[in-house]
């Protein structure tokens, strides 16, 4: 496959077939994001993303997923992304399921009858980044949308029948603003109701406005017991019947899934195993900090 520079993915999406629809990110700014700074945000010509379906066909004889990168390809234009699904329908019958990462200026920047049109057309499911539910911690990350905005992306998604995945960064607020970053969030959670949620844990890289915040002493970075008590918060707080909650991300000192509301009280019954010194925190070292 051909691929411009460093290639991302939701962990769901490990064994999907990825193929670039969009170079970088369409926002590029957030305070405590590396993922695509070598690149300056394009979109790919079709006929070259379509080539790509061509190769993979030429290549693998089972696809069962496909994921179209990079950092939200739904900000491309509703024909551009109804040819790249009709490609898939007809060159790769036995996908099950397309992924797009997405943000609310591309949710916004779609109709609900467009949304509801990509789904019936084959896309699956929409990846969201909300981080944080605080309004203070997005803007000093520089998320470029509030709470309020991701939340409205969010409940539009799913409203137009796609499944709908929202990530979270466990210590974002650092130890300064960690029990409004876990209450604030699973109050957006909750008002979003996602299919899926998914906790990473905040990593500091270099060259961002993070590590010179850290390096500074502006922002506490939180050790593992403090990130599982953060996450015992959020997870106190929360009503979202049905989310498939996972911290399963290769960033998260302890591993928890469980669908909630259902599994809420044996995660928080983990995570205070842990917090008790019965269960083990991975440690830095298996993370690759
Ligand atoms: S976190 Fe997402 S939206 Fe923000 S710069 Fe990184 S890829 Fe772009």
């Not at 300056?40 to 993303?49: A, D, G, K, Y």
């Not at 796609?162 to 466990?170: E, F, P, Q, R």
Request: aromatic residues 6%; hydrophobic residues 40%.
């Amino acid at each position: 496959m051909r691929y411009t520079g460093r290639v991302f993915r939701p962990p769901s999406e490990a064994y999907s077939l990825i193929v670039q629809a969009t170079i970088g990110c369409s926002h590029n700014k957030c305070a405590f994001c590396n993922m695509y700074k070598e690149k300056q945000f394009r979109i790919r010509p079709l006929e070259e993303v379509l080539e790509d379906f061509d190769i993979a066909r030429a290549s693998y004889q089972q696809i069962g997923r496909v994921f179209l990168a990079d950092g939200d390809a739904l900000i491309l234009p509703q024909e551009h992304l109804l040819k790249i699904l009709e490609k898939i329908r007809t060159e790769i019958p036995e996908c099950e399921r397309v992924g797009i990462y997405s943000s609310p200026r591309s949710i916004k920047s779609k109709t609900s009858e467009q949304l509801a049109e990509l789904h019936q057309a084959g896309l699956g499911i929409a990846y969201l980044g909300l981080e944080s539910g605080n309004e203070e911690i997005l803007a000093l990350m520089n998320k470029g949308e509030t709470a309020a905005e991701i939340v409205e992306a969010g409940r539009k998604v799913k409203d137009a029948g796609l499944a709908l995945s929202v990530t979270v960064i466990n210590g974002l607020g650092g130890a300064e603003h960690w029990e409004q970053h876990a209450v604030d969030t699973a109050r957006a959670l909750s008002a979003m109701k996602p299919d899926y949620i998914g906790l990473l844990t905040l990593r500091v890289y270099s060259g961002t406005p993070l590590q010179e915040w850290v390096q500074k002493g502006e922002l506490t970075l939180m050790d593992p017991p403090s990130l599982a008590r953060e996450t015992r918060l959020l997870l106190e707080h929360i009503d979202s019947e049905g989310s498939v909650f996972r911290s399963n991300h290769a960033s998260n000192y302890l591993p928890l899934a469980g669908t909630l509301n259902a599994d809420r009280a044996s995660m928080i019954a983990q995570l205070d195993k842990a917090l008790a010194g019965k269960r083990r925190f991975r440690s830095a070292v298996e993370l690759g900090f």
